[in-house]
């Protein structure tokens, strides 16, 4: 069975940093796409950031670019986002989704793109607040 947890998430003050972890299991990461979204109180769900484990390619939306890191960790098949210098407005509840099998270079073609995704975890509150 296929599955996506995230973890890590908590409150945490404004100029403070998380990790988030989006454990894969009943796939591997390696052609799949994993993305990470948020959605805020009364806002649309925005994609914030894309891996594609086999080449390293990376896309992040202009509202983290800077300050959140995407990476991966093959034997825990697990990927990461290192959220830094966090702001109130980062305040969301954080999504990772699996879209694949894909191709090289698909988070920087399409990273900005709002397609489907195969697989969603549950999602994980990241409260930024003093």
């Known amino acids: 069975q296929v599955q996506l947890v995230e973890s890590g998430g908590g409150l945490v003050q404004p100029g403070g940093s998380l990790r988030l972890s989006c454990a894969a299991s009943?796939?591997?990461?390696?052609?799949?796409?994993i993305n990470w979204f948020r959605q805020a109180p009364g806002k649309e769900r925005e994609k914030i950031s894309c891996?594609?484990?086999?080449?390293?390619?990376?896309y992040y939306a202009d509202s983290v670019k800077g300050r959140f890191a995407i990476s991966r960790d093959y034997a825990k098949n697990t990927v990461y986002l290192q959220m830094n210098s966090l702001k109130p407005e980062d305040t969301a509840v954080y999504y990772c989704?699996?879209?694949?099998?894909?191709?090289?270079?698909?988070?920087?073609?399409?990273?900005?793109?709002?397609?489907?995704?195969?697989?969603w975890g549950k999602g994980i509150l990241v409260t930024v607040s003093s």
């Open positions: 891996l594609y484990p086999t080449d390293g390619d990376t």
């Open positions: 009943g796939f591997t990461l390696q052609y799949y796409a």
């Open positions: 989704a699996a879209v694949g099998p894909v191709g090289p270079h698909y988070c920087s073609a399409y990273g900005g793109e709002n397609r489907a995704m195969d697989y």
